[in-house]
C-alpha cells in the first residue's frame, strides 16, 4: 500500500523552488552597474502596458516599460518574472528571457546567475530538465572564470536538483557532495541546511533510508524552523516504518507551514499524515486528511490533487465501498493519462483490478491486469534506459576530460619545443644536439601520457562495467522483492477469498449445484493455485532470507528441493543484505541447473562463512559436461558477472559423467 503513492517529487519540486530562490535571491544594494550607454539603445523600446489584477504588478510593468537599459531594467525584469512564476508560466519565462539577454548584454554577472537560478527552475518544473542544465552550464563556465566559489557551489546545487527530477541519482548525489565542500569551506549553515534535506530526499529515492533519516535529522538540527526539513525527515522516517516519529515531525511541519501561510505545504503534510494512517488502518484520521489534501491540492492543478483521488479510492477499498472506490481510482486514471504519469496509472489499474475481483467482474479483471502489466513493462524500460544513459553521458564526460588533458600536455609540449627550436637559430650545432635530446624525451613523455590516459580509461571502462553489474542486481532484487509482495498479498489474497466463498456455495449459503464432483475439483484446484503461488512468491524472495539470513533459508531451500543436501560451516554473522541476496540467488540457480540438465540424483549444498570470506560449493553426481570446452550458459555467465562485481572468483569443475562442481568465493570487507 505504501509504495502507491510516489509523491516524493512533489515536494523534491517544492523543495528545489524554494532552494532556488534562496540560492539566487537577489541583494537588496544592487546598484545600476553601469549608466545608460548608446550602444544599449536599441535593446530599449517603449513596451505597451497592460494593467493586471495586481497593483505591485501593475507599478513594476510600468516602470519597465519606461526604464532605460540598464541593471535596474534588468532586475525589473527578474522582478516581474518572479511575480509571474505561480500565475502565468509563459509570462514568468518571457520575463527571465528578457532578464538573461539584458544580464548577458550588459555583462552583469549577478544578473547572470540570478537568471539562470530563475529559468532552470521554471524549465524544470515543465519536466525540460536538459534546457535547465544547458542554461546552468552557462552560469557555472561564468562562475570559474571568475572564480567566484559561492556561486559555482549554488550552481552545482542547482544542476544536482535538475538531474534528481531527471532521476539521474548518483550524479545528482555527486553535485550535492561538490556543492557540499564549498559550503562547509565556508561555513554557510544556510546552504549547508538546504541541501541536506535534499540529499534526504534523494536518499529515500532509492530506498537508503537509514540516510536519509541520517540527513534529515542534520537539516532540522541546523533550522528547527524550516517546515520542509522536518516533512523531508518525517518522510524517511515513515518509510522505515517509524510512524510514531513519522507523525511527531508531520504535525510539526504542519504547524510551521500553518503560522507561515504556506497552503502547498499544508497540502503535503494532509497528504501524508492521511497516507500513514490509512497504513496503519487508522480510517477516520486518514479519511479526515486526505479530504482536507484534497481540497487544497485543487487548487494547484490535476497535476497535484490526483494522488489525492488515488489515495481516496484505496481508502473506500478498504472501508469496502467499492463504488465509490472506483469513482476515485477512474477519475485519477484519467488525469494521470493526460500529464503522462505512468507509475500512477499503474497503480490505477492495479486497484481497479483488485476492485473487479471483489464485485466478480472478473473480464475487467483480466484488462486491468494486462493493462498494469504493460505500463510495468514500459517503466522497466524507462528505468533501463535512463540509467544507461547516465552512465554513457558520464563515461562521455570523463573521457573527454582525459582527451583535454592529454591534448594541453601536448600543446605545452610543443609550445617549449618552439621557443627551444628559437634559440637553437642562435646556438648553431651545439644547441641542436640539446634540441634533438629535448624532443627524444618530449615523445616519450607524451607517450607516456598516453598510454596513462588509455590505462585510465581502461579502467573508468571497468568500473562502469562494475557499477552496471552491481545496479542490475539491486533493480532485480528489488523487483523480485515486489512482485513477491504483490503475488501473496494481491493475487494471494483473491485466491483466498475466493477458496472461502466456495465452500459457502457447497452449503448452499449461495447457490445450490448438483455437480458436487465438479466443484470439489475446482476446490482443490484452487488450494494447488494458492500452494504454487505462496512456493513462487517464497523462492522470489524468501521471508526467511530477509528475517534469518542466507543460512536459513538455503537449509529451507535445499530441504524443499529433492535430493538437495545443506552443510553450513563458520559463524553464524549476518552478511550484508545485498551479499545475502547474491549468494542465495548463486546457489538457487545452480541447483535448478542441477535438476534441469544434469539429472544428478545427489546435490551437495555447503556454505562456509570465516570471519574475512564466504564460500559456497554446490556439487551434483549428474553427467557434467566438458567445462573447457562447452559454453556454459547465461545464467552461469550472470552468477560470474555479480561475483565479480563483489571482487569474488567463480571456479567450474566438471567432466563427463563426473559430475559438476561449482565453487563461488567472496571477500568480506570489516
Same mark, same amino acid.
Given at each position: 500500500?505504501?509504495?502507491?503513492?510516489?509523491?516524493?517529487?512533489?515536494?523534491?519540486?517544492? %523543495?528545489?523552488?524554494? *532552494?532556488?530562490?534562496?540560492?539566487?535571491?537577489?541583494?537588496?544594494?544592487?546598484?545600476?552597474?553601469?549608466? &545608460?550607454?548608446?550602444?544599449?539603445?536599441?535593446?530599449?523600446?517603449?513596451?505597451?502596458?497592460?494593467?493586471?489584477?495586481?497593483?505591485?504588478?501593475?507599478?513594476?510593468?510600468?516602470?519597465?516599460?519606461?526604464?532605460?537599459?540598464?541593471?535596474?531594467?534588468?532586475?525589473?525584469?527578474?522582478?516581474?518574472?518572479?511575480?509571474?512564476? #505561480?500565475?502565468?508560466?509563459?509570462?514568468?519565462?518571457?520575463?527571465?528571457?528578457?532578464?538573461?539577454?539584458?544580464?548577458?548584454?550588459?555583462?552583469?554577472?549577478?544578473?547572470?546567475?540570478?537568471?539562470?537560478?530563475?529559468?532552470?527552475?521554471?524549465?524544470? &518544473?515543465?519536466?525540460?530538465?536538459?534546457?535547465?542544465?544547458?542554461?546552468?552550464?552557462?552560469?557555472?563556465?561564468?562562475?570559474?572564470?571568475?572564480?567566484?566559489?559561492?556561486?559555482?557551489?549554488?550552481?552545482?546545487?542547482?544542476?544536482?536538483? $535538475?538531474?534528481?527530477?531527471?532521476?539521474?541519482?548518483?550524479?545528482?548525489?555527486? %553535485?550535492?557532495?561538490?556543492?557540499?565542500?564549498?559550503?562547509?569551506?565556508? *561555513?554557510?549553515?544556510?546552504?549547508?541546511?538546504?541541501?541536506?534535506?535534499?540529499?534526504?530526499?534523494?536518499?529515500?529515492?532509492?530506498?537508503?533510508?537509514?540516510?536519509?533519516?541520517?540527513?534529515?535529522?542534520?537539516?532540522?538540527?541546523?533550522?528547527?524552523?524550516?517546515?520542509?526539513?522536518?516533512?523531508?525527515?518525517?518522510?524517511?522516517?515513515?518509510?522505515?516504518?517509524?510512524?510514531?516519529?513519522?507523525?511527531?515531525?508531520?504535525?510539526?511541519?504542519?504547524?510551521?507551514?500553518?503560522?507561515?501561510?504556506?497552503?502547498?505545504?499544508?497540502?503535503? %503534510?494532509?497528504?501524508?499524515? /492521511?497516507?500513514?494512517?490509512?497504513?496503519?488502518?487508522?480510517?477516520? &484520521? /486518514? +479519511?479526515?486528511?486526505?479530504?482536507?489534501?484534497?481540497?487544497?491540492?485543487?487548487?494547484?492543478?490535476?497535476?497535484?490533487?490526483?494522488?489525492?483521488?488515488?489515495?481516496?479510492?484505496?481508502?473506500?477499498?478498504?472501508?469496502?465501498?467499492?463504488?465509490?472506490?472506483?469513482?476515485?481510482?477512474?477519475?485519477?486514471?484519467?488525469?494521470?493519462?493526460?500529464?503522462?504519469?505512468?507509475?500512477?496509472?499503474?497503480?490505477?489499474?492495479?486497484?481497479?483490478?483488485?476492485?473487479?475481483?471483489?464485485?466478480?467482474?472478473?473480464?475487467?479483471?483480466?484488462?486491468?491486469?494486462?493493462?498494469?502489466?504493460?505500463?510495468?513493462?514500459?517503466?522497466?524500460?524507462?528505468?533501463?534506459?535512463?540509467?544507461?544513459?547516465?552512465?554513457?553521458?558520464?563515461?562521455?564526460?570523463?573521457?573527454?576530460?582525459?582527451?583535454?588533458?592529454?591534448?594541453?600536455?601536448?600543446?605545452?609540449?610543443?609550445?617549449?619545443?618552439?621557443?627551444?627550436?628559437?634559440?637553437?637559430?642562435?646556438?648553431?650545432?651545439?644547441?641542436?644536439?640539446?634540441?634533438?635530446?629535448?624532443?627524444?624525451?618530449?615523445?616519450? *613523455?607524451?607517450?607516456?601520457?598516453?598510454?596513462?590516459?588509455?590505462?585510465?580509461?581502461?579502467?573508468? +571502462?571497468?568500473?562502469?562495467?562494475?557499477?552496471?553489474?552491481?545496479?542490475?542486481?539491486?533493480?532485480?532484487?528489488?523487483?523480485?522483492?515486489?512482485?513477491?509482495? #504483490?503475488?501473496?498479498?494481491?493475487?494471494?489474497?483473491?485466491?483466498?477469498?475466493?477458496?472461502?466463498?466456495?465452500?459457502?456455495?457447497?452449503?448452499?449459503?449461495?447457490?445450490?449445484?448438483?455437480?458436487?464432483?465438479?466443484?470439489?475439483?475446482?476446490?482443490?484446484?484452487?488450494?494447488?493455485?494458492? #500452494?504454487?503461488? &505462496?512456493?513462487?512468491?517464497?523462492?522470489?524472495?524468501?521471508?526467511?532470507?530477509?528475517?534469518?539470513?542466507?543460512? $536459513?533459508?538455503?537449509?529451507?531451500?535445499? %530441504?524443499?528441493?529433492?535430493?538437495?543436501?545443506?552443510?553450513?560451516?563458520?559463524?553464524?554473522?549476518?552478511?550484508?543484505?545485498?551479499?545475502?541476496?547474491?549468494?542465495?540467488?548463486?546457489?538457487?540457480?545452480?541447483?535448478?541447473?542441477?535438476?534441469?540438465?544434469?539429472?544428478?540424483?545427489?546435490?551437495?549444498?555447503?556454505?562456509?562463512?570465516?570471519?574475512?570470506?564466504?564460500?559456497?560449493?554446490?556439487?551434483?553426481?549428474?553427467?557434467?559436461?566438458?567445462?573447457?570446452?562447452?559454453?556454459?550458459?547465461?545464467?552461469?555467465?550472470?552468477?560470474?558477472?555479480?561475483?565479480?562485481?563483489?571482487?569474488?572468483?567463480?571456479?567450474?569443475?566438471?567432466?563427463?559423467?563426473?559430475?559438476?562442481?561449482?565453487?563461488?568465493?567472496?571477500?568480506?570487507?570489516?
Amino acid at each position: 500500500m505504501k509504495n502507491c503513492f510516489t509523491f516524493n517529487n512533489y515536494l523534491c519540486l517544492v %523543495c528545489i523552488l524554494f *532552494v532556488f530562490l534562496g540560492c539566487n535571491s537577489p541583494k537588496k544594494d544592487i546598484g545600476n552597474i553601469s549608466p &545608460r550607454n548608446p550602444v544599449f539603445d536599441s535593446l530599449w523600446t517603449a513596451t505597451e502596458f497592460e494593467t493586471t489584477d495586481n497593483e505591485q504588478l501593475d507599478s513594476l510593468l510600468h516602470l519597465a516599460a519606461i526604464s532605460p537599459v540598464d541593471s535596474n531594467l534588468a532586475k525589473l525584469y527578474f522582478e516581474i518574472a518572479e511575480m509571474y512564476e #505561480d500565475n502565468d508560466f509563459e509570462q514568468a519565462k518571457n520575463y527571465y528571457s528578457k532578464f538573461g539577454n539584458l544580464s548577458y548584454e550588459l555583462s552583469w554577472s549577478e544578473g547572470i546567475y540570478l537568471h539562470a537560478g530563475g529559468f532552470s527552475n521554471l524549465l524544470v &518544473r515543465e519536466g525540460l530538465t536538459d534546457s535547465a542544465l544547458v542554461v546552468l552550464q552557462k552560469a557555472y563556465e561564468l562562475a570559474v572564470r571568475e572564480n567566484s566559489e559561492a556561486n559555482k557551489a549554488n550552481i552545482i546545487f542547482s544542476k544536482g536538483n $535538475a538531474y534528481f527530477m531527471k532521476e539521474w541519482y548518483k550524479t545528482a548525489l555527486s %553535485c550535492y557532495m561538490d556543492a557540499l565542500s564549498i559550503y562547509e569551506k565556508r *561555513v554557510d549553515n544556510k546552504k549547508i541546511q538546504q541541501l541536506y534535506y535534499m540529499m534526504a530526499q534523494l536518499y529515500q529515492s532509492i530506498f537508503a533510508v537509514d540516510k536519509a533519516i541520517e540527513y534529515g535529522q542534520k537539516s532540522v538540527l541546523l533550522n528547527h524552523e524550516d517546515p520542509f526539513a522536518r516533512l523531508a525527515l518525517a518522510m524517511a522516517y515513515s518509510s522505515a516504518h517509524q510512524y510514531g516519529k513519522a507523525k511527531e515531525y508531520y504535525e510539526d511541519a504542519l504547524q510551521l507551514s500553518v503560522s507561515q501561510n504556506n497552503t502547498y505545504l499544508m497540502g503535503l %503534510c494532509f497528504f501524508h499524515i /492521511a497516507n500513514d494512517a490509512l497504513f496503519t488502518f487508522d480510517l477516520k &484520521r /486518514a +479519511e479526515k486528511y486526505a479530504l482536507q489534501s484534497m481540497e487544497i491540492n485543487q487548487e494547484f492543478g490535476q497535476a497535484v490533487y490526483f494522488t489525492d483521488l488515488i489515495l481516496l479510492s484505496k481508502l473506500e477499498q478498504v472501508k469496502g465501498d467499492y463504488v465509490k472506490s472506483e469513482e476515485y481510482a477512474k477519475e485519477a486514471l484519467q488525469i494521470a493519462t493526460e500529464i503522462n504519469a505512468p507509475k500512477e496509472k499503474r497503480t490505477c489499474y492495479m486497484i481497479l483490478s483488485e476492485l473487479a475481483v471483489a464485485q466478480h467482474k472478473y473480464h475487467e479483471t483480466i484488462q486491468y491486469w494486462e493493462a498494469s502489466n504493460l505500463l510495468e513493462i514500459d517503466i522497466a524500460k524507462e528505468m533501463a534506459l535512463r540509467a544507461a544513459e547516465e552512465m554513457e553521458t558520464q563515461y562521455v564526460t570523463e573521457k573527454n576530460e582525459l582527451t583535454i588533458k592529454v591534448l594541453r600536455e601536448e600543446k605545452r609540449l610543443y609550445s617549449w619545443i618552439i621557443i627551444a627550436g628559437g634559440v637553437g637559430l642562435f646556438l648553431a650545432l651545439a644547441v641542436f644536439f640539446f634540441l634533438w635530446r629535448l624532443n627524444v624525451q618530449g615523445k616519450r *613523455v607524451a607517450e607516456q601520457q598516453k598510454l596513462l590516459a588509455e590505462q585510465q580509461l581502461k579502467q573508468a +571502462e571497468q568500473e562502469q562495467q562494475i557499477f552496471a553489474a552491481q545496479a542490475a542486481l539491486d533493480a532485480e532484487n528489488a523487483e523480485r522483492s515486489r512482485l513477491a509482495k #504483490d503475488l501473496h498479498d494481491g493475487l494471494g489474497s483473491m485466491l483466498s477469498l475466493i477458496k472461502i466463498t466456495l465452500p459457502k456455495m457447497e452449503s448452499g449459503e449461495i447457490t445450490k449445484t448438483e455437480d458436487l464432483e465438479q466443484f470439489n475439483k475446482a476446490l482443490g484446484m484452487l488450494d494447488n493455485s494458492i #500452494d504454487e503461488l &505462496r512456493r513462487v512468491a517464497h523462492h522470489m524472495m524468501p521471508e526467511s532470507l530477509l528475517r534469518y539470513g542466507v543460512k $536459513a533459508s538455503l537449509n529451507d531451500f535445499c %530441504c524443499a528441493t529433492p535430493n538437495a543436501i545443506f552443510h553450513y560451516f563458520g559463524n553464524e554473522q549476518r552478511l550484508d543484505s545485498k551479499l545475502e541476496i547474491l549468494i542465495y540467488r548463486a546457489a538457487h540457480e545452480l541447483i535448478n541447473n542441477a535438476l534441469k540438465h544434469s539429472k544428478a540424483s545427489q546435490i551437495s549444498v555447503q556454505l562456509v562463512q570465516e570471519d574475512d570470506r564466504i564460500s559456497l560449493t554446490v556439487y551434483d553426481n549428474g553427467k557434467g559436461f566438458d567445462s573447457a570446452a562447452t559454453f556454459t550458459g547465461m545464467g552461469l555467465d550472470n552468477i560470474r558477472k555479480r561475483v565479480e562485481a563483489y571482487n569474488g572468483k567463480m571456479a567450474i569443475s566438471s567432466s563427463p559423467e563426473h559430475g559438476t562442481e561449482v565453487n563461488l568465493e567472496i571477500s568480506i570487507e570489516n
